[in-house]
């Protein structure tokens, strides 16, 4: 049976529209005082985003800086239906800003946040993909859920460089946490941006 009906007849429903707007940032964190500064912002109705990418790869923030990738794919809810849909960010840290939105990106971990339920205060996240055991995905993850809302699928993709790594380096562990922490602030501030 056809989904729609022939000789130009109306149809017997309309096909859905895609509720997904990516959007991509830039994050660079400063060594010292460990303060986000977006480089570079834009969003699937940019039609200039290979031209936005080459003017980020031109000014490239600080050689010392941490860079944080972030690609944010809001879901809108359903017609008709009140609130936000899901969430998927994609972070990855580097150190450097150029080429920050390859084509292949690998997925480091995956968590899901879920927001408290009307009237409890707990909160739920699942590890789906691990990347160590020292993996912050899931507590960042809840984290966001609670703040905004809505269900928050969440990729780290290096972050184990912000915690254990750095602490095994003999940074110690408050630097580690810092960092971890300037992490959190660069995916809340995107997707308060975006939200």
């Known amino acids: 049976m056809s ?19 990516a959007h991509k940032a830039v994050y660079a964190i400063d060594p010292v005082t460990l303060a ?31 860079h944080v990738n972030v690609l944010v794919l809001p879901h809108s809810a359903a017609p ?3 609130g936000g849909g899901m ?4 972070a990855q840290v580097t150190t450097s800003s150029k080429g920050a939105f390859a084509d292949s990106a690998p997925m480091g971990s995956l968590a899901l946040g ?5 009237g409890d205060s707990r909160t739920n996240a699942s590890q789906l993909v691990s990347s160590g055991a020292d993996d912050p995905t899931a507590n960042i993850a809840r984290r966001l859920s609670t703040k905004f ?3 928050v699928y969440l990729s ?4 184990g460089a912000t915690t254990g790594s750095l602490a095994a380096a003999g940074m110690g562990v408050s630097v ?15 997707l308060k941006r975006v939200l």
Do not use: I
């Open 3 to 21: 989904t729609f009906a022939s000789h130009g007849q109306t149809p017997l429903y309309e096909p859905a529209t895609p509720r997904f707007a």
């Open 87 to 90: 969430v998927w960010v994609w």
């Open 36 to 66: 986000p500064e977006r480089l570079f912002s834009t969003s699937s109705a940019d039609e200039d985003d290979q031209q936005q990418q080459s003017d980020l790869d031109s000014r490239v923030g600080r050689d010392d800086a941490t």
């Open 176 to 190: 580690a946490a810092e960092r971890l922490a300037a992490l959190e602030r660069c995916l809340f501030m995107e």
């Open 80 to 82: 008709g239906k009140p």
């Open 156 to 159: 780290l993709n290096n972050a």
């Open 114 to 118: 879920m927001p408290p339920r009307p």
């Open 149 to 151: 809302g809505r269900p």
